[in-house]
């Protein structure tokens, strides 16, 4: 199933000043605009990260409530409810594994939950593996062996992240990538589970 | 870098726009007050010269409280009624509190927050730390010309919402215009930061007199983002003076010590303390009550030996934040130090060795907070010049959620989410028919509730009677831009609502605190009356100038009606708030508001507007998906 294709988005632009305050309020960024949108980036998997960057500061120099702090009460919760969408915006696009979710779900297309039922029985044996390898390295308080682990893993990611930006921006197959998405969804997990070993073991 | 200085030497604003701000450093140990004259930052210095206000509080049997160096130099003989480093007891109850059992007072413990019995009666934390903030703004004031109309607190980073609340409350109390609280450490970014026109990752190591905090934060133009922070709320340079009372006990041989001995010596733990940093001996001599004689000698050797577990546990939170922001040490460009304690060598030495680099120690540890935090206070009070501002990007230092069947946690808000951030999650019933839900708000990183801490309980009725997992509750959490929490849960099955919100106040109720605020007014002979006549005018004036900057920047937004209404509005609050009758402007406050809410909400989407401007066109008509957005699962 393809991408549905992008309508075309007015941005008001030559206003002079004597417009009408309702069509100025119409045309101006929308709060329940998309993610992307709100960033002015192509909605795709693979994004520059530099200019996200530089969006959301620009974004947030406007919108902050620091902007705003001998303000009236109106404009505050303004600013505040802005500032709080431009930072859900933010951290949804900045990491690959919200944003393919996000992806897919501006494509209405339900990834589900950390289901095992809905994994293949040989991704669930290899992560069952992988957690034995980790369980018994935790046990024998074995840091090397647990970074070891690590770097392996996020090695995986990696791959499974070019894999999904393959899907989602060139092949566009969400049903794939919705397979790819939940893999990737149970090796986050495990890679957290490793972190927390990792940082048991320093304390 | 332009960020460098806020105004040419010896130029300042005109006076009529310049408005009083202040930057407070409440610290454990001693507190100050900054403000930034003619663009340059400034520590206010009492009578006497002296920059630092011991925060020490001592309470006397005619209802007199002595603050600072009167009642630190009474602490030994009074030990009771003088109360030291409260902020140790903010927010916090009873068992909260490490070596409680070592201390002169006479505790209350209540749920929520402990208080303390005085000479001149019960005192919550937050009064204390009230008593400390009164006598700051007193200073302010008199230095200053005039009532304040902006503060900004600063607050360990890693202070939970209940510590926060506490700080909150206790401006509050004091009559202080606060307008944001400011985690410490990135007070002292802003004020390095902005000093060095610094560019990188840099890390703050806070050690103050009772807390640590350690903060990862990325500094580039005009940006003060921090990505990390950690720390522990109750260990502090106080904790040192402690593990050299326990070493003077055990190689005297003390017997069992009184309390005002007990003070004496802590007291003379922490001159020796000090007198390390310099030497590398120092005499510790004493006449205790009891007859006894202490006549010791410390070495630099012998304390750096005996503090090594305290340097080890500021290492953890360290390591954890370097993690969480997902850096290395070679990441990091510099250490700023901040705090008196980071002044123990072996302090220096252990930060140099953990991070491979010479701590940055151009500025004055003691200052530094309350530099930056005048800084940050002169920005958000609009007394910056147009170019010389700055974007600051805080995190909220502990995760926030809510219990859930069996005693677990189920996170809402993970740690070091930039703020401010709100997050919703859906809940159900565990029960066929249940009609109400108990939501208990915690904060923490456990998984089993007894291990975080309890913020706030309530209860959701009106839940229709269905089978349980049918009911859909959503809990919503927001956590604004001073770090703090409000909760709000809904029931969103077809037909029925309820709706409930809740600001947690850690056992200190709204009503408590209006009983305290006119109880504090009484004791200072202030008129209670003319004090919030003056707080509702100084908020007048703020409304007004804040309107009239719109109107002057963005006035063609509004129709010549809506303009009309508006200047009527304005020049009905300047009336009001040139009498003396605080309910008519309380009134014409309300209805300058009124009037000026579509204009804030058309100004905020041309702010927004701007952000785009001079991007492609083409590249922004590229962007669209569909408009309606579902929430994240």
């Known amino acids: ?203 | 870098m332009a960020l460098l200085q806020i105004a040419e030497p010896g130029e300042s604003t005109p006076p009529h726009q310049h408005r009083l701000a202040v930057g407070i450093d409440l610290g454990t140990t001693n507190s100050l007050v900054a403000t930034v004259r003619s663009g340059l930052a400034v520590v206010l210095s009492d009578d006497l010269g002296r920059p630092l206000l011991p925060s020490v509080v001592r309470y006397l049997p005619d209802g007199e409280v002595e603050v600072g160096y009167d009642a630190q130099a009474r602490q030994a003989t009074d030990p009771r009624n003088t109360i030291v480093s409260v902020k140790r007891f903010m927010g916090r109850g009873l068992r909260d509190v490490a070596n409680h059992e070592g201390l002169p007072y006479h505790f209350d413990d209540r749920p929520g927050m402990l208080r303390l019995h005085t000479v001149a009666g019960v005192r919550s934390p937050v009064e204390v730390s009230a008593d400390i903030l009164r006598v700051l703004r007193q200073r302010a004031e008199a230095s200053l010309g005039g009532p304040l109309s902006a503060a900004v607190i600063t607050v360990p980073a890693y202070f939970d919402d209940a510590q926060r609340q506490a700080t909150k409350d206790a401006a509050r109390l004091a009559g202080l215009p606060l307008i944001r609280l400011l985690n410490e450490p990135t007070a002292a970014a802003i004020a390095y930061g902005l000093d060095n026109a610094a560019e990188g990752i840099y890390a703050v190591y806070d050690l103050g007199g009772g807390t640590f905090d350690i903060s990862i934060l990325r500094l580039t133009r005009g940006v003060f983002e921090v990505l990390a922070t950690g720390g522990d709320s109750a260990l502090g340079g106080d904790d040192f003076d402690h593990r050299i009372f326990c070493w003077i006990l055990e190689a005297a041989a003390l017997q069992p010590l009184s309390v005002e001995d007990a003070r004496m010596l802590l007291t003379r733990a922490r001159e020796a303390k000090e007198y390390l940093t310099l030497h590398g001996m120092a005499p510790i001599s004493a006449r205790l009550n009891s007859g006894e004689v202490v006549d010791l000698t410390l070495s630099t050797e012998t304390f750096a030996e005996i503090t090594r577990t305290l340097l080890a546990k500021t290492m953890q939170p360290v390591k954890k934040a370097l993690r969480d922001a997902g850096l290395s040490i070679g990441d990091v460009k510099g250490v700023v130090m901040v705090g008196g304690a980071t002044r123990m060598p072996q302090v220096q030495r252990a930060v140099g060795d953990f991070f491979r680099q010479e701590p940055l120690n151009n500025l004055d540890p003691d200052k530094v907070v309350a530099i930056g935090a005048a800084m940050q206070a002169n920005l958000l009070a609009g007394n910056g010049r147009a170019g010389d501002d700055w974007l600051l990007l805080d995190v909220i230092p502990l995760s926030l959620g809510i219990e859930t069947m069996g005693g677990l946690v189920e996170k809402i808000i993970p740690r070091n989410s930039t703020i401010p951030t709100a997050r919703a999650q859906e809940f159900t019933t565990f029960r066929d028919g249940q009609t109400a839900l108990s939501v208990h708000v915690v904060q923490g990183e456990r998984e089993l509730v007894s291990d975080c801490r309890s913020l706030a309980r309530f209860e959701l009725h009106g839940i229709p009677p269905l089978v349980a997992g049918a009911a859909r509750i959503r809990v919503s959490f927001q956590v604004d831009a001073d770090g703090l929490l409000a909760v709000s849960a809904r029931e969103q099955t077809a037909g029925a609502e309820a709706s409930i919100v809740v600001k947690p106040s850690y056992g200190l109720t709204d009503d408590e605190i209006a009983l305290m605020l006119k109880d504090s007014l009484l004791h200072v002979r202030e008129d209670a009356a003319v004090r919030a006549l003056k707080e509702s005018q100084v908020d007048a004036q703020r409304l007004l100038e804040a309107v009239r900057t719109a109107l002057a920047s963005d006035g063609e937004l509004l129709s010549a009606d809506e303009r009309a209404r508006v200047d009527a509005g304005l020049l009905r609050l300047d009336d009001a708030a040139r009498g003396d009758n605080r309910r008519q402007i309380m009134l014409a406050m309300d209805d300058l508001e009124a009037d000026t809410k579509d204009f804030a909400a058309r100004r905020m989407d041309k702010s927004i507007r701007q952000a785009f401007a001079g991007r492609n066109i083409s590249e922004i008509e590229t962007v669209a998906l569909p408009a309606r957005r579902e929430e994240a699962p």
Not at chain 1, 83 to 106: F, G, H, I, K, S
Request: charged residues 30%; glycine residues 4%.
């Open chain 1, 1 to 203: 199933m393809p991408l549905p294709p992008a309508p075309g988005r007015q941005m008001a632009h030559g206003r002079g000043p004597r417009c009408l305050p309702e069509r100025l309020t119409r045309t101006a960024m929308d709060f329940a605009a998309d993610h992307f949108s709100l960033f002015g980036l192509p909605a795709a998997f693979r994004i520059d990260p530099l200019l996200l960057d530089r969006r959301y500061i620009e974004l947030q120099t406007q919108v902050h409530p620091d902007r705003f702090a001998s303000a009236g009460e109106g404009a505050k919760r303004l600013s505040q409810q802005w500032a709080t969408r431009v930072n859900e915006a933010y951290q949804t696009l900045r990491r690959p594994l919200p944003r393919a979710r996000y992806l897919l779900q501006l494509a209405r297309h339900d990834v589900g939950s950390e289901n095992n039922s809905a994994m293949p029985a040989d991704f669930l044996v290899e992560q069952m593996e992988w957690r034995e390898a980790v369980a018994e390295a935790r046990a024998a308080g074995d840091h090397h062996e647990l970074e070891r682990l690590h770097h392996r893993l996020q090695r995986e990611l990696a791959a499974r992240e070019e894999e999904i930006a393959a899907l989602l921006d060139e092949q566009r197959d969400l049903e794939q990538a919705a397979d790819q998405v939940r893999r990737l969804m149970f090796e986050e997990k495990l890679l957290s589970e490793i972190d927390d070993a990792i940082a048991a073991g320093e304390e």
